[in-house]
């Protein structure tokens, strides 16, 4: 068992290291500033009282991930709502996910389309790592064209930096 586990975990670091080898040196993001690197962060509610690997469970996980500024890495704390999601998807093969990038207003539109797309290719490498397949995960970014919440500040920006995994079917 342990093996399994060690496996896993040097896997997503392998991931997390391509990932952030991969990021975009010397180019400008959220709000034009340069940046190398790429976090995630998200919300929701816990599991309780629910069959492990349930429709219902996966209902009651984080589903929107909010992500640093200028970043696209998915960070530890938020991987065991992700690992349930991929598990649903290895035990449910006919079941599909979109994972929706988006970005805060700043930065170039062109630069928040590649970010989105970033941030959303790292929730889906965590998903394939962790067991759901290549054909029951599709991404697409809105950048920054589909905010959460209007404004132009901090509170605003931090809502619209997010990847939001929505189930196409079960």
Partial sequence: MRAVHFTKALALASVM???????SSGSKGDSGALT???????IGAGTGG??????????QLRNVFFFEFDRSVVRPEFLP????HARFLANNPTARVRLDGHTDERGTREYNMALGERRAQAVERVLLV???????IETVSYGEER????????GAWSQ?????????SR
């Fill in 36 to 42: 190398d690197t790429v976090g995630a962060s998200s």
């Fill in 147 to 154: 905010p959460a919440v209007l404004g132009s500040h901090e």
């Fill in 81 to 84: 709502d992700l690992e349930k």
């Fill in 50 to 59: 629910v069959t492990p690997g349930s429709w219902e469970e996966v209902q």
């Fill in 17 to 23: 290291a391509i990932a952030a080898g991969c990021s």
């Fill in 160 to 168: 619209n930096r997010r990847v939001e995994l929505r189930y196409l």
């Fill in 130 to 136: 962790n067991g759901a397949s290549a054909g029951q």
